[in-house]
């Protein structure tokens, strides 16, 4: 998982500054410095299909600069992240 998420890094071309993983749903999420958040759906389709053109599952917009920190909670299905305003 390492190796990939490295590869995973680098491909999607932007500064990542945090990252959550929920192993129930094999969702990464990403909290970027373009303060957007994405969603990531791991499955054998994405493993095999990852390139430089692949997009997110889904993104939440809205905060105003960077994202600094997130924490999730599988059971309560929710997620908290912060900027730097």
């Not at 590869?7 to 969702?27: A, G, H, M, W």
């Not at 970027?32 to 430089?52: A, G, H, K, M, Q």
Request: charged share 15%.
């Amino acid at each position: 998982m390492t190796n990939f998420l490295l590869y995973f890094l680098l491909i999607i071309k932007k500064q990542v500054n945090c990252l959550e993983y929920c192993s129930s749903t094999n969702l990464l999420i990403c909290g970027s410095e373009d303060s957007r958040i994405s969603f990531w759906v791991l499955n054998e389709v994405f493993f095999y299909t990852i390139t430089e053109y692949c997009y997110p599952d889904f993104i939440i917009y809205g905060h105003h600069s960077k994202i600094i920190a997130m924490a999730k909670n599988s059971i309560l299905g929710v997620l908290v992240s912060a900027d730097m305003v």
